[in-house]
């Protein structure tokens, strides 16, 4: 079981960089896959990142490759989010989520997840 609280949020003009981070509580934090999802107005949540339990396999949006970086620092219980090269279309809640699940299929979708943070704004300037 895992408790997460995102933060890092903020206002940024584009081309810009964030860093986002999502603190854990508990002891197996290492057995869980962690995924950052993010949701705009009127919009459905939508899949970012995931980061697998075992730190081997990665997976990216289309629409943030190559400017999106998740890693994950075991010993702090923390998962984060560099955000690099904004983008206004950018702007939304992002959330964090951990999943218990070892297969990278089920990282994609917020049904994947058993535990989801508070989330935190991000808002990018044209």
């Known amino acids: 079981q895992v408790q997460l609280v995102e933060s890092g949020g903020g206002l940024v003009q584009a081309g810009g960089s964030l860093r986002l981070s999502c603190a854990a509580s508990?002891?197996?934090?290492?057995?869980?896959?962690m995924g950052w999802f993010r949701q705009a107005p009127g919009k459905e949540r939508e899949f970012v990142a995931a980061?697998?339990?075992?730190?081997?396999?990665?997976r990216y949006a289309d629409s943030v490759k190559g400017r999106f970086t998740i890693s994950r620092d075991n010993a702090k219980n923390t998962v984060y989010l560099q955000m690099n090269s904004l983008k206004p279309e950018d702007t939304a809640v992002y959330y964090c989520?951990?999943?218990?699940?070892?297969?990278?299929?089920?990282?994609?979708?917020?049904?994947?997840?058993?535990?989801w943070g508070q989330g935190t704004q991000v808002t990018v300037s044209s």
């Open positions: 508990g002891r197996t934090f290492s057995t869980y896959a």
């Open positions: 989520a951990a999943t218990t699940s070892r297969n990278s299929n089920n990282y994609y979708y917020t049904a994947g997840y058993d535990y």
């Open positions: 980061f697998s339990w075992s730190g081997t396999v990665t």
